[in-house]
């Protein structure tokens, strides 16, 4: 009974942990679809981008641990910037097919040049030595780098939600979402604030993979690998929901944890299935809204 | 004899939203009948209800005296239902014949077969054909539709649904972007269609309606406001009231 | 070259339509080391046959094809292991194990569309992959399956190691498959989802049941999906976990793309060249490899909708006019 309590609690603390990691990689990418309707598949790229710039930073400039964070934000929600008025920005009106096909050539891409400058193999995470040791409480201890995510997490998704709750900027967002041509009629630029929030978008996956990198590998296949866990977050959740994928995302990382630690032969069967049947429930999503 | 369409106390609200609230609507069969209203006032859920692209919250949908509330697009359209759109929807990319013959096969329940090529069912192409020629489309038969003028893509829409060969035609402005060096073409075929054909035409143009229509449907904020020949119409003062506070505000 | 279907096309094969077929018996004489890199290209254009089906005729936008072509593959490999190694009998079962996972999805996926679609093809296909993975004594998981042998078809052609036989076995095929798809695209059905894929609203209102036509077009196309899955493993003689990836999904995409969608002929262009270039470039320089087929993605969509083809279609369309 001990054991189970204390494997109970271990599995829920990592679950956390990695359904945080997930969330903040995965936030922007529903914001994106919702507020532009852009189907994003390379989203992924962003955040492997960030755990790259964050690796190198430190590994081969020897930059500490916050810096290269801040450094990996920064660089990817500029880059993107860049991608989304020279690429995206033309293929908003477009298809969905073509949608599809852009960002799945991105991704192709960024493998590619991914493998030609780290190689095929996962960069080595050498974590600073305040976060490498255990935290004692509650009569346990907790890996102190996952407190740290944790924790960490809470306050980027409690500002992020301030922020769209509370600023200028987020009542713009809302309004663009919920009406765009109204949005756009009552004099709201529209270019100029989808260029910023999905700056903010692939900041924030881009943060999350820089953070989440011993838990997932930074390897070249990055984006491909993860794809599917990231669009699960937003379309279980919702498209153009904060609290659905915040939600969607918890309840992967736990799940995924929990079935890897007692059915690993199930793998990641039940998340799929569980997918599948939410869809089919609510094609909108748990949060979205009906069309 | 049973009216062509009726709807019997159909309300339909979006939340707290009430978009339409217990209208009692018959359609005679033959009718040229027009419903009318202010923008806002749910003509068009309305008419989505109608073809069955909106569930009612409640109320009877009937065709020729039969219960089709719960049933499909596909089923109402099997029924006689036909439609024509306010913003053009057809098949861009595919010929103009091809369009109505869509329909046509579609009723003629040919859609479904697998093996022998289109072309070989010659009635559908036919019939396609001559209904193309009775519009003045034929010499654009073989054009796809993203080549045409704006008026006569109007025109595709009414063929395709003459395809189906109805018994009650909805038309949603179908007049609509049309400009008025075309549309006395769209107002010709309007008064050439079938008599045995029950029309409910939807209209913002004034013009056409009281030219059109014999009988007229007021629509304001869900509900009907009146219904009558278009002289009492015309003298109505509610409907006065209506039409020249909308112009006022 | 534009093969669109509907009530005036005029359905009869014109003389270029046996090029591809020249061309193939061609090889098999020229080229015959490169034989079972050939069996590959006509396996994988019967499998971008099927995703054109769907995708280009009937404008679903699946990330998931490989479940049924994976699904094929294993159902033709697991009968080989423990039943019987008759070939067409396996083809048949892997048509038919396919076809039936496609009716189930089918019912399933296409009540969706948009991001849940997209979501559930992958999910599904994710599904498919978990199953294979864990269902070791079955499947044989990461090591694959293989160890089985393949009798001769019709009891007289026997599988060879320079792959003659497999070569003509998959022409063969293909050319079935080549001929059922172009009767089905000249069909008043194939004319019908051309429809759907136009105008989703149009043809509700013209009185097509769309969601029980777009799920019997589905299931064709997985069947078709099945039996190229069932022919590579009757060739190569192995089934690995690859033919349920993802990447074999995207790759699919990436060949129909190239060669150009709902045209018939893009999907034996696409694989051809596609496929053809891999095995020039992908060994040695697998980074570029990937960059190219990346930025060929990307220019497709910017510049030219109809991959090889429509490129082709503009230039003679260009010439006509300047001779005229």
């Given at each position: 009974?001990?054991?189970?309590l204390?494997s109970?609690?271990?599995?829920?603390?990592?679950?956390?942990?990695?359904?945080?990691?997930l969330?903040?990689i995965?936030?922007?990418?529903?914001?994106?679809?919702?507020?532009?309707?852009?189907v994003?598949?390379?989203?992924?790229?962003?955040a492997?981008a960030?755990?790259?710039?964050?690796l190198?930073?430190?590994?081969?400039?020897?930059v500490?641990?916050?810096?290269?964070?801040?450094t990996?934000?920064?660089?990817?929600?500029?880059?993107?910037?860049?991608l989304?008025?020279?690429?995206y920005?033309?293929?908003?009106?477009?298809g969905?097919?073509?949608q599809?096909?852009?960002?799945?050539?991105?991704i192709?891409m960024?493998?590619?040049?991914?493998?030609?400058?780290y190689?095929?193999?996962?960069q080595?995470v050498?974590?600073?030595?305040?976060?490498?040791?255990q935290?004692?409480?509650?009569?346990?201890?907790?890996p102190?780098?996952?407190?740290?995510?944790?924790?960490f997490?809470?306050?980027?998704?409690?500002?992020?939600?301030?922020?769209?709750?509370?600023t200028?900027w987020?009542?713009?967002v809302?309004?663009?979402v919920?009406y765009?041509a109204?949005a756009?009629s009552?004099?709201?630029n529209t270019s100029?604030?989808?260029?910023l929030?999905?700056a903010?978008g692939?900041g924030?996956?881009?943060?999350?993979?820089a953070?989440?990198?011993?838990?997932?590998?930074?390897?070249?296949t990055y984006?491909?690998?993860?794809?599917?866990?990231?669009?699960?977050?937003?379309?279980v959740?919702?498209?153009g929901?904060l609290?659905?994928?915040?939600?969607?995302?918890?309840?992967?990382?736990?799940?995924?944890t929990?079935?890897?630690?007692?059915?690993?032969?199930?793998?990641?069967f039940?998340?799929?299935?569980v997918?599948?049947?939410?869809?089919l429930?609510?094609?909108?999503g748990?949060?979205?809204?009906?069309? | 004899?049973?009216?062509a369409?009726?709807?019997?106390s159909?309300?339909?609200?979006?939340?707290?939203?009430?978009?339409?609230s217990?209208?009692?609507?018959?359609?005679?069969?033959?009718a040229r009948?027009?419903l009318i209203?202010?923008?806002g006032?749910?003509k068009?859920?309305?008419v989505n209800?109608?073809t069955g692209?909106?569930?009612?919250?409640s109320g009877?949908?009937l065709?020729?005296g039969?219960?089709?509330?719960?049933?499909?697009q596909?089923?109402?359209?099997k029924?006689?239902?036909g439609r024509?759109?306010?913003i053009n929807?057809?098949?861009?990319?595919?010929?103009v014949?091809?369009?109505?013959?869509?329909a046509?096969?579609e009723?003629e329940?040919i859609?479904?077969?697998m093996?022998?090529p289109?072309?070989?069912?010659?009635g559908?192409?036919?019939e396609?054909?001559?209904l193309?020629?009775?519009?003045?489309l034929?010499?654009?038969a073989?054009l796809?539709?993203?080549g045409?003028?704006?008026?006569?893509?109007?025109?595709?829409?009414?063929a395709?649904?003459?395809?189906l060969k109805?018994?009650?035609?909805?038309?949603?402005?179908?007049?609509?972007?049309?400009?008025?060096?075309?549309?006395?073409r769209?107002?010709?075929?309007?008064?050439?269609?079938p008599?045995?054909?029950?029309?409910?035409?939807?209209?913002?143009?004034?013009?056409?309606?009281?030219?059109?229509?014999?009988?007229?449907?007021?629509?304001t904020?869900?509900?009907?406001?009146v219904e009558g020949?278009?002289a009492?119409?015309a003298a109505d003062?509610?409907?006065?009231e209506?039409?020249?506070?909308?112009?006022h505000? | 070259?534009?093969?669109?279907g509907?009530?005036?096309?005029d359905?009869?094969?014109?003389?270029?339509?046996?090029?591809?077929?020249?061309?193939?018996?061609?090889?098999?004489?020229v080229?015959?080391?490169y034989?079972?890199?050939?069996?590959?290209?006509?396996t994988?254009?019967?499998f971008?046959?099927?995703?054109?089906?769907?995708?280009?005729?009937?404008?679903?936008?699946?990330?998931g094809?490989?479940?049924y072509?994976?699904?094929?593959?294993?159902?033709?490999?697991?009968?080989?292991?423990r039943?019987?190694?008759?070939?067409?009998i396996?083809?048949?079962?892997?048509t038919l194990?396919a076809?039936?996972?496609g009716l189930?999805?089918g019912?399933?996926?296409?009540?969706?569309?948009?991001?849940?679609?997209?979501?559930?093809?992958?999910?599904?296909?994710?599904?498919?992959?978990?199953v294979?993975?864990?269902?070791?004594?079955?499947?044989?998981?990461?090591?694959?399956?293989?160890?089985f042998?393949?009798?001769?078809?019709?009891?007289?052609?026997k599988f060879?190691?320079?792959?003659?036989?497999?070569?003509v076995?998959c022409?063969?095929?293909?050319?079935?498959?080549?001929w059922?798809?172009?009767r089905?695209?000249?069909?008043?059905?194939?004319a019908?989802l051309?429809g759907?894929?136009?105008?989703?609203?149009?043809m509700?209102?013209?009185?097509?049941p769309?969601?029980?036509r777009l799920?019997i077009a589905?299931?064709?196309s997985?069947?078709l999906?099945?039996?190229?899955?069932a022919?590579?493993?009757q060739?190569?003689?192995?089934?690995?976990?690859k033919?349920?990836?993802?990447?074999?999904?995207g790759?699919l995409?990436?060949?129909l793309?190239?060669?150009?969608?709902?045209?018939?002929?893009?999907?034996?262009v696409?694989?051809?060249?596609?496929?053809v270039?891999?095995d020039?470039?992908a060994?040695q320089f697998?980074?570029?490899?990937?960059?190219?087929i990346?930025?060929?993605l990307?220019l497709?969509?910017?510049?030219?909708?109809g991959?090889?083809?429509?490129i082709i279609?503009?230039?003679?369309a260009?010439?006509?006019?300047?001779?005229?």
């Amino acid at each position: 009974m001990q054991d189970f309590l204390s494997s109970l609690v271990s599995v829920a603390f990592h679950g956390l942990a990695y359904g945080m990691i997930l969330y903040v990689i995965s936030v922007g990418l529903s914001v994106t679809m919702g507020l532009m309707g852009f189907v994003n598949l390379a989203h992924g790229v962003f955040a492997m981008a960030g755990g790259y710039v964050m690796l190198s930073a430190m590994n081969s400039y020897g930059v500490s641990f916050p810096i290269a964070v801040a450094t990996a934000f920064i660089a990817v929600a500029v880059a993107s910037m860049v991608l989304e008025r020279l690429l995206y920005s033309r293929l908003y009106t477009a298809g969905e097919l073509d949608q599809v096909l852009f960002t799945i050539g991105l991704i192709f891409m960024s493998v590619a040049i991914a493998r030609l400058v780290y190689g095929t193999l996962p960069q080595p995470v050498r974590l600073p030595d305040y976060l490498t040791g255990q935290l004692h409480f509650l009569g346990r201890d907790f890996p102190a780098y996952r407190v740290f995510l944790i924790l960490f997490s809470i306050s980027i998704i409690g500002l992020l939600w301030f922020g769209v709750e509370r600023t200028r900027w987020g009542a713009m967002v809302r309004a663009a979402v919920d009406y765009r041509a109204m949005a756009q009629s009552v004099g709201i630029n529209t270019s100029r604030l989808f260029t910023l929030t999905f700056a903010l978008g692939s900041g924030l996956a881009a943060l999350g993979g820089a953070l989440g990198a011993e838990i997932i590998a930074i390897q070249p296949t990055y984006p491909f690998e993860h794809l599917v866990f990231f669009l699960i977050v937003v379309a279980v959740g919702g498209l153009g929901s904060l609290r659905g994928p915040f939600v969607a995302a918890l309840l992967i990382g736990v799940t995924d944890t929990a079935c890897k630690y007692w059915v690993p032969e199930f793998g990641a069967f039940f998340i799929f299935s569980v997918t599948i049947a939410v869809l089919l429930w609510r094609p909108e999503g748990l949060f979205g809204r009906a069309a | 004899m049973s009216p062509a369409l009726e709807t019997q106390s159909l309300c339909k609200s979006f939340g707290a939203l009430t978009v339409a609230s217990e209208i009692n609507f018959r359609l005679e069969p033959g009718a040229r009948h027009a419903l009318i209203g202010p923008n806002g006032a749910g003509k068009t859920t309305f008419v989505n209800m109608l073809t069955g692209r909106i569930p009612p919250t409640s109320g009877r949908i009937l065709i020729g005296g039969e219960d089709i509330t719960a049933l499909g697009q596909a089923a109402r359209v099997k029924r006689g239902l036909g439609r024509t759109f306010q913003i053009n929807t057809l098949f861009q990319n595919v010929a103009v014949v091809d369009n109505v013959a869509f329909a046509v096969a579609e009723r003629e329940g040919i859609a479904w077969r697998m093996f022998r090529p289109a072309r070989s069912y010659r009635g559908v192409l036919d019939e396609s054909m001559a209904l193309l020629d009775t519009l003045g489309l034929a010499a654009d038969a073989r054009l796809t539709v993203a080549g045409l003028p704006y008026g006569k893509q109007r025109l595709v829409e009414i063929a395709i649904a003459l395809g189906l060969k109805p018994s009650v035609l909805l038309l949603d402005e179908p007049a609509a972007g049309v400009p008025s060096l075309e549309s006395h073409r769209i107002l010709e075929v309007l008064d050439a269609l079938p008599k045995d054909i029950a029309i409910l035409i939807i209209e913002h143009d004034m013009d056409l309606v009281f030219r059109f229509a014999q009988r007229i449907t007021v629509l304001t904020q869900g509900t009907v406001l009146v219904e009558g020949t278009p002289a009492e119409i015309a003298a109505d003062h509610q409907v006065r009231e209506v039409y020249l506070g909308e112009r006022h505000a | 070259m534009n093969h669109t279907g509907g009530y005036v096309a005029d359905p009869r094969i014109r003389a270029i339509e046996w090029l591809p077929w020249a061309i193939a018996l061609l090889c098999y004489f020229v080229a015959p080391t490169y034989l079972p890199l050939g069996s590959y290209v006509l396996t994988m254009i019967i499998f971008a046959l099927s995703l054109d089906l769907i995708l280009g005729y009937g404008g679903i936008i699946t990330l998931g094809h490989s479940a049924y072509f994976g699904t094929g593959a294993y159902a033709a490999g697991i009968l080989a292991a423990r039943l019987t190694g008759e070939p067409l009998i396996g083809l048949l079962a892997g048509t038919l194990a396919a076809g039936l996972l496609g009716l189930i999805t089918g019912l399933i996926i296409l009540r969706t569309r948009g991001l849940a679609l997209l979501m559930l093809t992958l999910a599904i296909t994710s599904l498919c992959f978990e199953v294979a993975n864990k269902a070791t004594s079955w499947t044989g998981g990461a090591d694959g399956l293989g160890g089985f042998t393949i009798q001769p078809i019709l009891g007289l052609f026997k599988f060879d190691f320079l792959g003659k036989t497999a070569y003509v076995y998959c022409l063969v095929v293909l050319f079935a498959c080549w001929w059922l798809v172009r009767r089905l695209v000249y069909s008043p059905f194939g004319a019908s989802l051309t429809g759907v894929r136009e105008n989703n609203v149009r043809m509700h209102a013209a009185g097509a049941p769309v969601y029980r036509r777009l799920v019997i077009a589905y299931t064709i196309s997985a069947a078709l999906a099945g039996l190229a899955g069932a022919l590579l493993t009757q060739t190569t003689q192995f089934v690995g976990l690859k033919v349920l990836g993802f990447e074999l999904s995207g790759e699919l995409m990436v060949m129909l793309i190239l060669g150009g969608f709902g045209r018939i002929y893009g999907a034996f262009v696409g694989p051809l060249v596609f496929l053809v270039a891999q095995d020039y470039l992908a060994k040695q320089f697998p980074e570029y490899w990937y960059f190219g087929i990346g930025a060929m993605l990307v220019l497709v969509v910017m510049f030219a909708r109809g991959g090889i083809l429509g490129i082709i279609d503009a230039i003679i369309a260009r010439l006509r006019r300047t001779q005229s």
